[in-house]
Nanobody, 120 residues
Framework: QVQLVESGGGLVQAGGSLRLSCAASGDTFSSYGLGWFRQAPGKERVFVASIIRSGGHSTIYADSVKGRFTISRDNAKNTMYLQMNSLKPEDTAVYFC????????????WGQGTQVTVSS
């Protein structure tokens, strides 16, 4: 098992930046694929970005964030990041990090979420 804790959310003006962190504990961090999801008020949780397990750093992004957000991981620190630039009001949501044993699995472990609010 792995436990995940997000941090770094907050209030920012449109056009600004934030960096979210996802700290992991428990099982071997580097053996998990990781992802970021978000849930806006009244909407379903949706995919934002993902990064594969150690041994490669292949990434995938939702079209809505491509070119503005960057996902990365530091296996030595058991931490994943989401650098968010050029933020828009529509990026306002609770952001969750998640982990899965491989890309063939569903995301099995989730953090509690961190609120990101972008004002216009």
């Amino acid at each position: 098992q792995v436990q995940l804790v997000e941090s770094g959310g907050g209030l920012v003006q449109a056009g600004g930046s934030l960096r979210l962190s996802c700290a992991a504990s428990g099982d071997t961090f580097s053996s998990y694929g990781l992802g970021w999801f978000r849930q806006a008020p009244g909407k379903e949780r949706v995919f934002v970005a993902s990064i594969i397990r150690s041994g490669g750093h292949s990434t995938i992004y939702a079209d809505s964030v491509k070119g503005r957000f960057t996902i990365s991981r530091d296996n030595a620190k058991n931490t994943m990041y989401l650098q968010m630039n050029s933020l828009k009001p529509e990026d306002t949501a609770v952001y969750f990090c998640a982990a899965r044993p491989s890309f063939l699995d569903d995301y099995r472990y989730w953090g509690q979420g961190t609120q990101v609010t972008v004002s216009s």
